[in-house]
């Protein structure tokens, strides 16, 4: 079964530190990929980030880092110099190559940018 | 730069009617989803639709529920006969390709609200 686990409800973060928001992913598959989605309050979903299972290096887009651990299965997103916009949810989403198309959610963490 | 559109944002029907949710997926984008978020809970597949068909679905997608391609630009789910459980944030995704490193594009939801 494929599960993606996010064990942090709620984290805090003081403006213009980093943060890390934990995933964890669960497959016997060797083909799949990890993508980081962004919801604010007003409930649209925000494509951040993608790694690929078979990806030697970890994925930057400006101040997102992904730090992919694939021996440990995990997968956390690290924001940099965090700015009062970034207090939203985060969910963690896995799609393995043979099980088709769905993406496999997280239970998101809330993230909330102390100004 | 294109986006998915849902309408309407907000949706409230007396539980046991028929509801029909819509969707313009990103234009030149051939596969299509909907996934739902109760809420304060993960966000759940519930289809995927290429070619004019399902291509797969998860055990939330009952006899219920159905989606259609109408023309070539809409995307709708209808629920049949709506229940209480029901109620929750509805998205709607699309995607260029799929089984690649393309992340899924959401629109910004429809709240379903079965009083």
């Known amino acids: 079964a494929q599960k993606i686990t996010q064990t942090q409800p709620g984290m805090f973060v003081q403006e213009k530190e980093a943060v890390t928001l934990d995933c964890t992913y669960d497959?016997?598959?060797?083909?799949?990929?990890l993508f980081w989605y962004k919801q604010p309050s007003s409930g649209e979903m925000i494509f951040l980030i993608y790694?690929?299972?078979?990806?030697?290096q970890n994925a930057t887009e400006g101040r997102y880092s992904l730090n992919f651990q694939k021996a440990r299965k995990s997968a956390n997103l690290v924001i940099s110099a965090s700015q009062l916009g970034d207090s939203a949810m985060y969910f963690c989403?896995?799609?393995?190559?043979?099980?088709?198309?769905?993406?496999?959610f997280g239970t998101g963490t809330s993230l909330t940018v102390i100004p | 730069e294109p986006e998915v559109t849902q309408t309407p944002s907000h949706q409230v029907t007396q539980m046991g009617q028929e509801v029909i949710l819509r969707c313009v997926p990103i234009?030149?984008?051939?596969?299509f989803y909907w996934y739902r978020q109760i809420l304060g809970q993960k966000v759940e597949f519930l289809v995927s639709?290429?070619?004019?068909?399902?291509?797969?679905k998860s055990e939330i997608f009952d006899d219920q529920f159905s989606v259609e391609r109408p023309d070539g630009s809409n995307f709708t789910l209808k629920i049949r006969s709506t229940k209480l459980e029901d109620s929750a944030m509805y998205f709607c995704?699309?995607?260029?390709?799929?089984?690649?490193?393309?992340?899924?594009?959401f629109g910004d939801g429809t709240r379903l609200s079965i009083l």
């Open positions: 995704a699309s995607s260029e390709e799929q089984y690649s490193n393309q992340p899924q594009h």
């Open positions: 497959t016997s598959d060797p083909s799949y990929g």
């Open positions: 790694q690929g299972s078979y990806d030697q």
């Open positions: 989403a896995m799609r393995v190559l043979n099980t088709g198309n769905q993406f496999y």
């Open positions: 234009s030149n984008h051939l596969y």
């Open positions: 639709f290429y070619n004019n068909e399902i291509s797969e």
